[in-house]
């Protein structure tokens, strides 16, 4: 990748033609506020700043195409700096969204358990009483998941703390420290139990949608630059060929007209140059073309 692009500046990067044409496409009319909270994410977290901008706008492309924010603070998307460059994890909010599409759920959700509040649980009928009134501390002891579809099927499931952290220290590879979190599971260690109690219950025993299954292959492939060192959720990696080799192509593309293009262009190579710029977003979005 061209070190021109992954070193501007976010707020420049996304100024670029070929950029702004790509947010235009998958976007439509969403495309200006999407490059806006962008902007304004890469500005507020001075870890992206130093990472490959162009990672950072593959990362949110990822986002883009399963139609989920990408602020931080919403907890759909976080896109996480490390090393160099940057990577998109759904959170458990993003779950819930994408199973709420496929129409099938009556109800879903995952809490957080205090000390006191879980009465009794039984593995085997997965009946569980769960009282906030007796909280008795703050100290967080477990995770419970739950839904119903439509059909009225129903699963319940219940995380210790100590299942919790046996799952994220099995998962965090060549950290060396694992003891102590860090990354996102530092940071948001809660939202991201809630996101892994979600991501099981639904994976295994909930109807998907297939941009649910895009979804989990994505949070389970190990991309080929080999990020193995990501604080992340049972292999939190992004299988970036459907958006990242397919940015890169269209940056590539334009590059190479900034540096070979002549001084006049006529119309019709324009169009064409137009109508492979959108072949190549279709692969991203795998939506048919306009």
Same mark, same amino acid.
């Given at each position: 990748?061209?070190?021109?692009?992954?070193?501007?500046?976010?707020?420049?990067?996304?100024?670029?033609?070929?950029?702004?044409?790509?947010?235009?496409?998958?976007?439509?009319?969403?495309?200006?506020?999407?490059?806006?909270?962008?902007?304004?994410?890469?500005?507020?977290?001075?870890?992206?700043?130093?990472?490959?901008?162009?990672?950072?706008?593959?990362?949110?492309?990822?986002?883009?195409?399963?139609?989920?924010?990408?602020?931080?603070?919403?907890?759909?998307?976080?896109?996480?700096?490390?090393?160099?460059?940057?990577?998109?994890?759904?959170?458990?909010?993003?779950?819930?969204?994408?199973?709420?599409?496929?129409?099938?759920?009556?109800?879903?959700?995952?809490?957080?358990? #205090?000390?006191?509040?879980?009465?009794?649980?039984?593995?085997?009928?997965?009946?569980?009483?769960?009282?906030?009134?007796?909280?008795?501390?703050?100290?967080?002891?477990?995770?419970?998941?739950?839904?119903?579809?439509?059909?009225?099927?129903?699963?319940?499931?219940?995380?210790?703390?100590?299942?919790?952290?046996?799952?994220?220290?099995?998962?965090?590879?060549?950290?060396?420290?694992?003891?102590?979190?860090?990354?996102?599971?530092?940071?948001?260690?809660?939202?991201?139990?809630?996101?892994?109690?979600?991501?099981?219950?639904?994976?295994?025993?909930?109807?998907?949608?297939?941009?649910?299954?895009?979804?989990?292959?994505?949070?389970?492939?190990?991309?080929?630059?080999?990020?193995?060192?990501?604080?992340?959720?049972?292999?939190?990696?992004?299988?970036?060929?459907?958006?990242?080799?397919?940015?890169?192509?269209?940056?590539?593309?334009?590059?190479?007209?900034?540096?070979?293009?002549?001084?006049?262009?006529?119309?019709?190579? #324009?169009?064409?140059?137009?109508?492979?710029?959108?072949?190549?977003?279709?692969?991203?979005?795998?939506?048919?073309?306009?």
């Amino acid at each position: 990748m061209d070190n021109q692009l992954a070193n501007l500046p976010m707020k420049k990067l996304v100024q670029q033609n070929a950029i702004q044409d790509m947010m235009k496409r998958t976007l439509g009319s969403k495309a200006q506020q999407f490059t806006t909270s962008l902007v304004n994410i890469v500005n507020s977290n001075q870890q992206l700043k130093n990472v490959d901008q162009m990672s950072v706008i593959q990362s949110a492309m990822v986002a883009a195409s399963l139609d989920l924010p990408i602020d931080p603070n919403l907890g759909y998307m976080w896109l996480v700096p490390y090393k160099h460059s940057a990577t998109p994890q759904i959170g458990y909010k993003g779950y819930i969204q994408l199973a709420q599409r496929t129409g099938q759920y009556k109800a879903m959700n995952a809490v957080v358990v #205090h000390e006191g509040e879980l009465v009794s649980w039984n593995p085997l009928s997965e009946e569980v009483v769960f009282d906030p009134t007796k909280r008795a501390s703050d100290e967080v002891v477990g995770y419970i998941g739950y839904f119903r579809l439509l059909n009225g099927f129903e699963k319940t499931v219940y995380w210790t703390k100590d299942q919790m952290e046996d799952h994220r220290k099995r998962f965090v590879k060549g950290k060396g420290g694992q003891d102590k979190p860090s990354g996102v599971w530092g940071t948001d260690y809660d939202a991201m139990a809630l996101k892994t109690v979600i991501r099981g219950l639904l994976s295994k025993w909930g109807p998907m949608s297939v941009q649910m299954e895009k979804a989990i292959q994505m949070d389970d492939k190990e991309p080929e630059n080999e990020r193995q060192n990501i604080d992340a959720d049972e292999n939190e990696f992004v299988d970036e060929t459907a958006a990242s080799e397919t940015t890169e192509q269209m940056l590539d593309e334009f590059i190479k007209k900034q540096t070979d293009k002549p001084e006049t262009v006529d119309a019709d190579e #324009h169009n064409q140059d137009d109508q492979k710029q959108g072949e190549l977003l279709d692969e991203v979005t795998n939506q048919p073309k306009e």
